[in-house]
Structure formats: structure tokens, C-alpha cells
């Protein structure tokens, strides 16, 4: 058990980090965030931060021998020099879970020859020809890249022949993944815990909107039947075991209408659709992560109220002709007492940048959705 006093180590700089600094420095830990660039969102909350490349070993080596444990809040860390971390100090979750779900091609691999039931693919090498692999699967799909793909960057919806010579032109020559398109119900996701002692809590599903492969809306609880709720919680038991994660494992599903339910993706590392967390259940995710990776007993996941959590991005800003020209509306949310305002520091709001969020409980789902709208629309 890391107990607290000790120093936590954490790769990667931005909101995720952020929100699990505060959670660690409240349960009086230190956080140390090693990071690339300066002035991120976590390096500002954190006692301490170090800027190097992720490829610099010998400043990961001083970083790893000067914490007491390392976890990460960013997936695109080059999975060697994670290798060396593990050799010194305990790495959660292992780099081998890491390498398995930072590339769309493993992750879907894995979860193929583990049997859980995931989107079908066809899988593109760099050689092979991308049209004519768009032509086989069939239209509608979703070309995605096997590599650094986040909030819908590297994939394209391919309907028409416009949009696959689009792909082409975009993805031509990378290994990518070519997605058959479904039409599903809707989207979910489940949060589980693991401790570094084996215990596992699983946070209530969450039912999520999508806007331009964005997370838009979080609504907890899920309006799901009984059995979807209980085959979703099953299914990411399952997967967390298997993968042998310590620390949270973020599951993105589809339901389809027939009501199967298809893994989209795999997150090892707290996720935006589970920031609800923080103000409508009894214990956060980013707390929950701190636990897990120090070994603590993991908190109770029970929901205190109904809640809906909306991203708020750079859009929300004024824009005139592509150019910034005003703050947005924050008396929108401000102005409304069951609304919490969450910004996480980013100096230069950009269109699709993911700049805070907030959340608003209400006495049931639809009623929170509800708030959660107009307060959209006024912002
Ligand atoms: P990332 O979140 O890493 O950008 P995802 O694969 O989760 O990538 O895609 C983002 C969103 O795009 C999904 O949450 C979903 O709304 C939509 N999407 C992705 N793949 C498909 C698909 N095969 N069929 C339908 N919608 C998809
Ligand atoms: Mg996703």
C-alpha cells in the first residue's frame, strides 16, 4: 500500500491529469506530472512537474526513481521507455496493457481472440490498397488509423464515393482499420476500478451523445433496461480481468438495436465520460484511480443524484470569421444553482479543443438532460 505522503507520478499534462492532482493532493499525496510542454492544465495544480520528451530516458529514469508509483493519463506514450519505468518503480496500469490500447489494430486484435464482442474490422497495412479495402467492407464505414486517434481525429465516415476519396487522401499509406458504420441505439460506457490488491468496483454505466465523433452529453444513470445494465457491468468485469488492469479501464460499447452490445474502445486511464463522477457520485473516478493504483480500499461508486455532463469546447468561445472575439456565456451555467462549472486552464481555446465541462443533477436522467440543454444553448 501507498500510503499517503508518498509521491504519485503521472505521464501526461492535460485535464485528465489535472483532475486526478486534485484528488490525489486532497487525499495528501504529491504529484509529480512528467510532460512535454509547459504550462499545461495538471503542471499548474501539481507540486511538480518535469518537461521532457517521453523519449528521454534518462529524465524518465530520474523522474520514475524520484516517485513512489507511476500511472498515465494520456495513451500515445511511446510503450518502451515505459519499460524502463517498470524496471524501477511499480508502472499502473503495466505498459503491456498501454501498447494494447493505445493502437486501434492491437486493441481490436485483442479483443477478437479474447472473444468480446467488438465492432467487425478489416484490418489495412501501409502497402495495401485503401480504396479498394473501403470498397470491400461496403458503405456506410468508419476508416480509423491505427495510431493516435482521440475526439474523432484520425477516422472519417466513408458514405459516398466524395468522403472515400477523402479517406484516401488522408489516410492513404498508414496502417488504418476500416469499421463496418452502425446504426446503434446508442452509445455506453463503463468505468471499472481495479486495485493493485485485486479489488474491482464498477461505476454505474453511463449513456453518452456523440456529436462529430465528440463526447457531447454523459447521462448517469443510463436510461437502459435491467438486463443491458447488467450485461454491460458483466462484460467490462471481464475485460478488466483479462487485461489484468490496476487502475481504471474506461470500456466504450454500442448498443445495437437488437440490443447486442459491441466494445468500441478501450480507455486504461480515466475518461471524460466519466467526469459525472466528480459531482454526482460518492466517490470520483479520479479518486477511485488514486486508490487503485496505491493499493487503498476503492470507494463506493453508488450515484447521488440523476446528472448530465456536457463538454464545453473551444466552439463555446465568440468566434468572428475564424478569429476569437469574446469569452462564452458562463453566467449560463453559473446562474444556475444545480449547474457546476469545471475549466481546466488552457490558455487558447480552439474550435473542437476540449477547454472544461459541466454537470447538472436533477431529480431523474430526463430532467437533467433537459437543464443540461438549455444551459447549452445559453452558453
Ligand atoms: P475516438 O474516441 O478515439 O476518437 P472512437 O472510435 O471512439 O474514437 O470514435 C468516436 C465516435 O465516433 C464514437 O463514439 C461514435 O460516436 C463514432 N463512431 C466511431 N466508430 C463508429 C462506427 N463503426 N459506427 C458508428 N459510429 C462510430
Ligand atoms: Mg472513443
Known amino acids: ?54 523519449t528521454d530516458v534518462d529524465a524518465l529514469t530520474t523522474f520514475a526513481r524520484s516517485v513512489d508509483v507511476v500511472t498515465y493519463e494520456f495513451e500515445n506514450i511511446p510503450a518502451e521507455p515505459l519499460w524502463k519505468i517498470e524496471n524501477l518503480v511499480p508502472l499502473h496500469p503495466l505498459s503491456s496493457v498501454l501498447e494494447i490500447c493505445q493502437n486501434r ?32 467492407i461496403g458503405l456506410p464505414c468508419v476508416v480509423k488509423t491505427a495510431d493516435f486517434g482521440y475526439d474523432g481525429k484520425g477516422q472519417i465516415k466513408v458514405s459516398d464515393d466524395a468522403s472515400l476519396a477523402k479517406a484516401v487522401a488522408s489516410f492513404a499509406k498508414q496502417r488504418c482499420v476500416i469499421e463496418k458504420f452502425i446504426d446503434f441505439k446508442c452509445e455506453l460506457s463503463v468505468l471499472v476500478a481495479r486495485s493493485s490488491t485485486g479489488e474491482v468496483k464498477v461505476f454505474p454505466v453511463a449513456e453518452n451523445i456523440h456529436t462529430k465523433h465528440i463526447l457531447d452529453f454523459s447521462i448517469v444513470p443510463a436510461r437502459l433496461s435491467e438486463a443491458v445494465r447488467v450485461d454491460a457491468e458483466k462484460l467490462a468485469l471481464a475485460i478488466v480481468e483479462k487485461l489484468n488492469v490496476v487502475g481504471l479501464l474506461a470500456i466504450e460499447m454500442f448498443l445495437t438495436d437488437r440490443g447486442e452490445i459491441l466494445v468500441n474502445e478501450l480507455a486504461p486511464r480515466p475518461h471524460n465520460s466519466g467526469h459525472w463522477t466528480l459531482d454526482a457520485c460518492v466517490t470520483s473516478q479520479f479518486e477511485q484511480h488514486v486508490r487503485a493504483v496505491c493499493g487503498l ?19 463555446a468561445w465568440k468566434w468572428s470569421d475564424g478569429k476569437l472575439v469574446g469569452e462564452a456565456n458562463w453566467s449560463a451555467i453559473l446562474s444556475e444553482p444545480r449547474a457546476k462549472l469545471h475549466l481546466y486552464g488552457k490558455k487558447e481555446p480552439r474550435i473542437g479543443r476540449k477547454m472544461g465541462h459541466f454537470t447538472v443533477t436533477a431529480p431523474t436522467a430526463d430532467a437533467a438532460l433537459e437543464a443540461a440543454r438549455v444551459i447549452k444553448a445559453r452558453l
Not at 112 to 132: T, W
Not at 299 to 313: E, K
Request: hydrophobic content about 45%; cysteine-free.
Open 1 to 54: 500500500m501507498i500510503l499517503p505522503g508518498k509521491t504519485i507520478g503521472v505521464l501526461g499534462g492535460g485535464q485528465l491529469g489535472r483532475m486526478f492532482a486534485h484528488a490525489a493532493e486532497r487525499l495528501g499525496y504529491r504529484v509529480h506530472i512528467y510532460e512535454p510542454e509547459a504550462n499545461g492544465p495538471a503542471g499548474e495544480v501539481s507540486a511538480l512537474e518535469t518537461n521532457r520528451p517521453y
Open 105 to 136: 489494430m492491437r486493441e481490436k486484435t485483442w479483443l477478437r481472440k479474447n472473444g468480446f464482442p467488438h465492432v467487425a474490422f478489416a484490418e489495412v497495412e501501409a502497402a495495401d490498397d485503401l480504396a479498394s479495402a473501403i470498397r470491400r
Open 297 to 315: 480500499p476503492l470507494g463506493d461508486v453508488s450515484v447521488v443524484a440523476p446528472v448530465v455532463m456536457v463538454n464545453i469546447l473551444g466552439d
